[in-house]
């Protein structure tokens, strides 16, 4: 009974830490790339759940959901990348914050407006239903379908990122923006791409998390504070980084809520300003 | 550098001025606004001592109000000590939070700062909502105000508790122009502009923006008392992260570095929020674009457009800010 509780824990903070990822990889290589503050993130998670809802409701399948969600968040992140994005790169930390703020705001009302204020499940496909078993406990399969999309993801990111040309090209353009563009990188276009990727995996985590948290208008802001302190204690720019800092994350806020309450709560805003003070260039930094 | 212009003093003479006139002509409902906007005037003012003159962005003015208080608070329901002593040593607990997160925090610039003070304005926020104690989720209610009857002055009615937002607000704007233009004023601002050239002077950049964020604390302070003792109700909502976003907001909307253009933007953001809201239920869309437009049309704000405008027209283009508009003249 004892170890079975363990492993159930065990479990949904694996299942938490991987949304953390979806949504921190994608953040802080923008982060780390385009030197771009960008609090939407959060707010393109929400609607990666909300386009997820109606794409299955149309389809009548989570597959379609499953793919469109991704699409249409990335969509919306290209507008947003050359309406405003584009022009605000140089224009320091205060006016990102500021303006991705006031997105925060504009989605939030515009979802708000067009999926009105209750919370909108959506139902996990067939096959994915029900429980499995697995070392002696029963737990939900669909919770272990979001650990597997995390690590697929992951594995995806890292062989892409360590073994690719392009993912050469983006690790320069983190390391050295100005080099790596004498160095005939087109830039620009490696920015717009990390950012569409950064968007599709925010709008990918905010689908697969609706079949169990349900499409709400708050999950956004919700979900911002922890991706920041992933992107922030693991170091802007980092895979390794992002991977680690959502673990740690993952398992504090959901072992530490079940087991110490008290501490649990502020732990991990306790662990970024020591991360910030102690070691800015976060735990495992970009670059060397 | 700030500047206390002649410009500048009559804004503050005439909106202060108007805000009286409201409060005093209109009913219950106008002077409600009133000290809504005396809140958030005195709390942008305390942002734009830190943000806009000595360049920290913070996160964390609105858990700073909120700390404020709630110390009151406690001080008042919990410990029965009398309200004047309790508003006092409840500012100097703000002042002290202040000054520790900005000395935790002095060597942290940019985003990093930001992050960081966001790290403690939620640390805060948790521990109160957390804590059972102070009521948690719930709140505290049953604040009382300052006693003020020995004077004759009866603080209950809604005219007299507007009347004493509004002159708070004008001694916080007179605290926050004489600490900004004294010798620490001068010196933040050099720290502002350039910190290496400070340093390579011998200021200890880290103590002094320790203290301006202490200075901030307190004027923040004085936003929480106003705000316990308004609705006589404190919840954790006061210092969530989003109110110190907003409280940012309205600094940007009138101008930042400008120290008026904060209390413009309290007027403008409070009344744009009651003309919104009467229309329909979506002012927080109002609000995001606002903000997008003003941060992209340049980021001066309602007052320092309007005061670079002004400038501009004088034939002082050559001067590159608002600011050194003022230069010739009065000093």
Redesign the interface.
């Known amino acids: 009974m004892d170890t079975g509780y363990w492993a159930l824990q065990f479990l949904n903070a694996l299942q938490f830490s991987m949304l953390l990822f979806l949504l921190s990889i994608g953040l802080t290589v923008i982060f780390g790339l385009l030197h771009f ?1 960008n609090l939407a993130h959060g707010a393109l998670y929400m609607l990666g759940a909300y386009i997820g809802v109606s794409a299955a409701a149309s389809f009548g399948s989570y597959w379609a959901a499953f793919f469109l969600a991704p699409v249409g968040v990335t969509i919306i992140g290209a507008i947003l990348y050359f309406t ?1 994005i584009e ?2 790169r140089h ?5 990102q ?3 991705t ?6 989605f ?3 979802v ?2 067009t999926w009105g204020d209750i919370a909108l499940g959506l139902e996990a496909p067939a096959a994915l239903a029900g429980s499995s078993e697995f070392a002696g406990i029963s737990y939900p399969t669909y919770r272990f379908f979001i650990i597997a999309v995390g690590a697929v993801v992951m594995a995806a990111l890292w062989v892409g990122l360590t073994r690719t040309q392009i993912g050469a090209m983006i690790r320069a353009g983190v390391e050295n923006g100005n080099m790596a563009a004498a160095l005939g990188i087109n830039v620009n276009r490696l920015f717009f791409l990390v950012f569409c990727v950064g968007c599709a995996l925010a709008g990918l985590a905010g689908v697969i998390a609706a079949p169990v948290f349900s499409a709400t208008t708050g999950m956004g ?1 919700s979900i911002l ?1 922890p991706t ?2 992933v992107v ?1 204690i693991g170091g802007l720019g980092s895979l390794e980084g992002a991977i680690a800092g959502s673990l740690i994350v993952g398992f504090i806020e959901t072992l530490g809520a079940v087991f110490l ?2 501490v649990a ?2 732990s991990s ?2 662990l ?2 020591a991360v ?2 102690l070691r ?1 260039q976060g735990l495992i930094p970009a670059r060397g | 550098m700030f500047k206390q212009t002649r410009l500048r003093s009559v804004v503050l003479a005439a909106t202060l001025t108007g805000l009286i006139a409201y409060c005093v002509m209109g009913g219950f409902y106008a002077r409600e606004i009133v000290v809504e906007i005396a809140i958030l005037a005195i709390l942008a003012i305390s942002l734009d001592v830190v943000a806009g003159f000595g360049g920290m962005v913070s996160l964390c003015h609105g858990a700073i109000m909120g700390i404020a208080a709630y110390a009151y608070g406690i001080l008042t329901v919990k410990f029965g000590l009398p309200p004047l002593p309790s508003a006092v040593a409840a500012v100097a607990g703000a002042a002290v939070f202040g000054t520790v997160v900005g000395w935790i925090t002095g060597r942290t610039s940019g985003i990093f700062f930001i992050m960081a003070t966001l790290a403690f304005g939620q640390m805060a926020y948790t521990l109160i909502f957390k804590s059972q104690w102070l009521g948690g989720d719930d709140g505290m209610s049953g604040l009382p105000r300052f006693d003020l009857s020995w004077l004759g002055i009866k603080m209950g009615s809604s005219l007299t508790y507007g009347l004493f937002a509004i002159a708070l607000t004008a001694a916080v704007y007179i605290a926050a122009a004489w600490v900004l233009r004294s010798a620490f004023g001068r010196t933040l601002g050099g720290i502002h502009a350039n910190e290496t050239r400070m340093k390579a002077l011998g200021v200890n950049t880290i103590l002094h923006r320790a203290r301006a964020m202490g200075f901030s604390a307190l004027l923040a302070g004085i936003a929480g008392i106003v705000a316990a003792q308004h609705t006589q109700f404190i919840s954790p909502e006061l210092l969530f992260w989003t109110i110190s976003g907003e409280v940012l907001i309205v600094v940007i909307l009138g101008g930042l570095g400008t120290l008026i253009g904060p209390v413009i933007g309290a007027v403008a953001f409070i009344s744009l929020k009651h003309q919104v809201s009467g229309i329909t239920d979506h002012w927080h869309i109002v609000v995001g674009l606002l903000l997008i437009v003003i941060v992209v049309a340049g980021g001066r704000g309602l007052y320092g457009q309007s005061e670079h405008w002004l400038a501009m027209r004088a034939g002082k283009a050559e001067d590159k800010t608002g600011d050194k508009s003022g230069d010739r003249g009065h000093a």
């Open positions: 503050v405003l022009r605000l224009a320091g930390p205060m006016n914050v500021l303006v703020f006031g997105l925060i705001f504009v939030l009302d515009l708000r407006m802001i504070i920041l302190i922030v309450p008290e709560a502020i805003y306790v970024l300003a910030l003070i800015p």
